[in-house]
Nanobody
Framework: QVQLVESGGGLVQAGGSLRLSCAAS????????MGWFRQAPGKEREFVAV????????SYADSVKGRFTISRDNAKNTVYLQMNSLKPEDTAVYYC????????????????????WGKGTLVTVSS
């Protein structure tokens, strides 16, 4: 099992940048695929990005492709989400997630969610 704690959220103007971090506990962090999701007020939670346990593969939602970058540092048990060119519609609570699902890399299987979740960090983008 893994515990996840997000940080780095805050208020930023449109066009600005933020980097979210997610610290994970557990000795097997490097074995988990890690993801970021978000939930805007009044909307359902949506997939943002995922990175494979092997640090070689990533996948992004179309709405953030080219602006957001997911990365991980297995030595620090941390996954990051660098968010650039932020827009007001990026305003949401951002959740870190982890999954230990076996099998070949298939990011679409995570679009609906992952097994373990953090409590979230709020990102507010002002216009």
């Amino acid at each position: 099992q893994v515990q996840l704690v997000e940080s780095g959220g805050g208020l930023v103007q449109a066009g600005g940048s933020l980097r979210l971090s997610c610290a994970a506990s557990g000795r097997t962090f490097s074995s988990y695929d890690m993801g970021w999701f978000r939930q805007a007020p009044g909307k359902e939670r949506e997939f943002v990005a995922v990175i494979s346990w092997g640090v070689t593969r990533t996948s992004y939602a179309d709405s953030v492709k080219g602006r957001f970058t997911i990365s991980r540092d297995n030595a620090k048990n941390t996954v990051y989400l660098q968010m650039n060119s932020l827009k007001p519609e990026d305003t949401a609570v951002y959740y870190c997630a982890a999954d230990l699902r076996p099998g070949a890399w298939s990011p679409s299987r995570y679009y609906a969610g992952m097994d373990y979740w953090g409590k979230g960090t709020l990102v507010t983008v002002s216009s």
